[in-house]
Every structure is written in C-alpha cells, then in structure tokens.
C-alpha cells in the first residue's frame, strides 16, 4: 500500500483527547493534531487546494511562480504542492517570524523576502504589498492571497469540516479554532453547523488584534492593535475569509498564558505543538469554565502546527524567561 504522491497524505488527522490539561471538566474535550500533516500544519490543506483552483480556472500555466505573503506555515503547503507540481515559490515574509520556519522554506526550495513587521499594512515595505508587486511584475505569476481566497475557506469545508463530523460520529457539540486568515474557523464551521446547527464555535484572537472588539462591536479600532508574539493567529485587517455570522463566541488570549499552554500541552500530554495551539487550548477551556460545559458536551481545538518552529523561542527558557512569561513555579 503505497501513496502516489506526498499530497495524497494530506488530511485525516487524528482526534486526540485531552486528558490532563482538561481533568476539571465530564464532558470530552478532543485536539485534532494537524502537525500530521507532511508539511506539519492545517496550512497544507489549503496549500494544495489553492493551486488546484488556480489550475482549474486558468489562473496559473506549467512552470509558473506562486508568490504569497506567509507566517511560515502556508507558504510550507503550498511549497509542497508546488514541488509535487513543478511551480517556483516566491514568498513574503516578518521579521517577527522564527527563523526555523524561514529555514524550512528555504529548503523546499523556496525564495523568502523578510519584509519589516512595524508597518500598517498598505505601507509599500509590507509583506503584503511587496507580495502584491511581485505578483505584477513576476510573468506567469499567480498571487494566491489566502485572506481572501474562497479556495482556503473551502478547503476546510470539504476536508476539516467532514473529517470532525465522522470522526465525532456526528457528537460534535463545540467547535474551536485560533483565527488567523479565517480560514478554518469559517469553513469548518459552515460545514459543522450545516450538519447541526445547534453546534457552537468559539474563535480565539490574540490579545493586540482588532477581531474580538469588531465581532462584538462591528466596529473596526485601530487603538486595539498592539505588537504580540503568537504567530499565526490575530489581524489587524479583516479578511475575507473570516466570516463573524459562523461565530458564536470569541476568546481573546494573551502571549503568556497561549505560551504557558502550549508548553504544558508538550509536558502533560505529549503534544509538541506552536504556540497557537496553547492559545486555542487555553481559550476553549476558559470557555467551557464560563459555559457550562457539560458531561455530553463534545468539544473539538484544532491544534495548527508542530512545536519543531518554535524551539528557541515557546521552548527555551531564557527566551521565555527574557519576556517575562514563566513562572516561579515552572
Ligand atoms: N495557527 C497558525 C500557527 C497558523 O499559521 C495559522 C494560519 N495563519 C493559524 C493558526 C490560523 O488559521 P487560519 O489562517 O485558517 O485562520
């Protein structure tokens, strides 16, 4: 039994439950683990899916550039789908970002250009302005945008959606997911509430991100935005992608508790996991606290990528130590 290609590999991860970290609660709180993944993370989904819509609708010709504006993780899915497909990778990158992620590209063969974090985003040095001259001045070039792509909400419509409700056997009572592009918590969403729509899904935003004030408010405010070192999850934009209408609640968490999480969630249950993972673990819970979660109750965190990114930064003492995120007691 054989795959036919690494692409082939993609999805159906497994649901793992928490037991440790969540012994205070009856009902049965479960991680879907996307570093199963080949290239680690949830972003392989929509990396793949990204370049078969393009292909379909004409967007991109054989031996084409795919140039994206990237945190790291899905520049890695579409790198795959690109080697597995014969494109060249340009990708758009902080300086806020590990440089192991960076690395990682690099070697799947991808140009990385790091671009200043400190910049409101239509300044031209951004990350996601110099992805977008790239994209017009690279021939052959197609620019994916995963903020506002249908293809990425998609994506987990067809696979993260399907894959939670079988594998919950249809007891999927809350759904939680970290809130970068919208992506997953969106698509996913839509698919579960289709099934039931008594389902509830909890987004969690980082603290210094403009989401948790425009979803209760509707009001979009600048003096939110604040600099915070969990990657991956919270905006100061508001994609397309993110739909608020699928959301029932959302969660904000701050860097030490997403970080002190995340490391709990390696020493308690053997889930090496990023720092997004222990934000979205740390959110769900304070939820359920505040919800009366009970012992039918179904709860299912995605836990987006591996602990192997972050190293020397969630991982390492001193580093944690230097921001003032341990604890006396760690
Ligand atoms: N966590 C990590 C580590 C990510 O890279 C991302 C993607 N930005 C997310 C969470 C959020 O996923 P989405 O973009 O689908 O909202």
Redesign the pocket.
């Known amino acids: 039994m054989y795959y036919n290609s690494i692409l082939d590999t993609i999805g159906n991860t497994p649901l793992v439950k928490l037991n440790k970290v969540a012994k205070e609660f009856e009902g049965t709180i479960l991680a879907k683990v996307e570093y199963f993944n080949p290239g680690q ?3 392989d989904r929509i990396g793949l899916k990204m370049i078969e819509d393009a292909e379909e609708q004409g967007l991109i010709e054989p031996g084409g550039t795919i140039i994206e504006g990237t ?4 520049g890695m899915g579409l790198a795959l789908a690109a080697t597995i497909k014969g494109y060249d990778c340009i990708f758009t990158t902080t300086d806020k970002q590990s440089k192991s992620k960076i690395d990682l590209l690099r070697a799947l063969g991808a140009e990385v250009k790091i671009c200043p974090t400190d910049v409101e985003p239509d300044d031209p040095q951004s990350y996601y302005s110099v992805a977008k001259r790239l994209s017009k001045e690279i021939p052959n070039s197609y620019y994916p945008n ?1 903020y506002d792509n249908p293809s ?1 909400t998609q994506a ?1 419509y067809e696979t993260t959606g399907p894959e939670i409700w079988e594998q919950t056997e249809g007891n999927v009572t809350h759904y939680v ?9 969106s698509g996913t969403s839509k698919y579960l509430k289709e099934q039931n729509a008594d389902i509830k899904t909890i987004g969690v935003d980082s603290e210094g991100s403009v989401y948790k004030h425009y979803f209760e408010t509707g009001e979009f405010d600048k003096d939110e935005i604040h600099p915070y070192l969990t ?3 919270g905006e100061d934009i508001i994609p397309e992608n993110m739909d608020f209408d699928l959301l029932d609640e959302v969660v904000q968490v701050n860097d030490k508790n997403a970080f002190q999480m995340t490391r709990k969630l390696a020493k308690k249950e053997g889930l090496f996991v ?3 993972c222990g934000a979205a673990v740390y959110g769900a819970l304070e939820y359920a606290r505040n919800n009366d979660f009970g012992e039918d109750d179904v709860m299912v965190i995605i836990l ?2 591996s602990g192997t990114r972050y190293v020397s930064k969630i991982y390492n003492d001193e580093w944690m130590d230097k921001h003032g995120f341990l604890d006396s007691s760690e």
Do not use: F, L
């Open positions: 993370s949830v972003k945190s790291g993780n899905t995963q990425n987990h997911a970290g809130m970068g592009t919208g992506g997953t918590v990657e991956g999850i990023g720092g997004s987006p990528d």
